[in-house]
């Protein structure tokens, strides 16, 4: 058995559904979705369905374009509500959410919990030097602004950062309970640290990829793996030490020039003279 990971399939692109049905099978093997799939619960459905054809077990968590709320989705909730309903239709299907019991899983003799995340963002990626009106006065005034500030509704939170600080404090509640020593791979939509966001064209978009509240997560938990998505950007970094896997395949325009992202493996380590 081994875990591998994948994200932002966006599979309202017939090129990324393509992608999903031709994934070969690994009947065995868990993979874990970090979030984007599609921009509606149907979209959702239909490519979490095709995964679990494959997989012995998928597991998904939440980005960004799921919770959004679109005028041709005839799905109207919003916020919190939106992301309950995302989480029952996860669980027809028999996939895992961040909001069941964090498994235990043995992969070839790797001992861990994962730790599936919704997390969202504080803006606390911005620039420094500037408060968070700024920063956005700045992102509108060049044209890169994230599409959450129109259709990603955070209700019943005041804005997303309140909702984004209630997610990590929950989270945070729930890591308390894991039992002491125990290996942890995190996987969930955004980056668990800010210097794994590297948007070279675009470095105003950067306050829409995480917060700095788990910027010490990885040396707070004994972390063999930080697994996330949203940047579209695959990639291996090490920070401190640990590995944090970029696993997006992303719209067809930026993944068309390289070649698909196949799911990555994520544990074993490749380190081991495994392939991902």
Known sequence: MKLFAIGDLHVSYPENLAVVREMPAAPDDWLVVVGDVGDTPDELTAGLRLLNERFRQ??????????WTLKRDPVRLRGEERYQLLVER???MGVLTPEDPYPTLDCEGWRFVLVPLFLLYDYSFRPAGLTVEQALAEAYDTGVVCTDEFVLDPAPFPDRAAWCRSRVGHTEQRLRDLPPGQSVVFAGHYPLHRSAVHLPRIPQFSMWCGTTLTADWHRRYPTLA????????PATHHIDGVRFEEVSLGYPREWQWRGP???RQIVPPPALGVDA
């Open 90 to 92: 996860c669980r027809d």
């Open 226 to 233: 930080m697994v996330y998505g949203h940047t579209h950007m």
């Open 58 to 67: 998928v597991v998904w968590t939440p980005g960004n374009h799921e919770l």
């Open 261 to 263: 992202t196949v799911p």
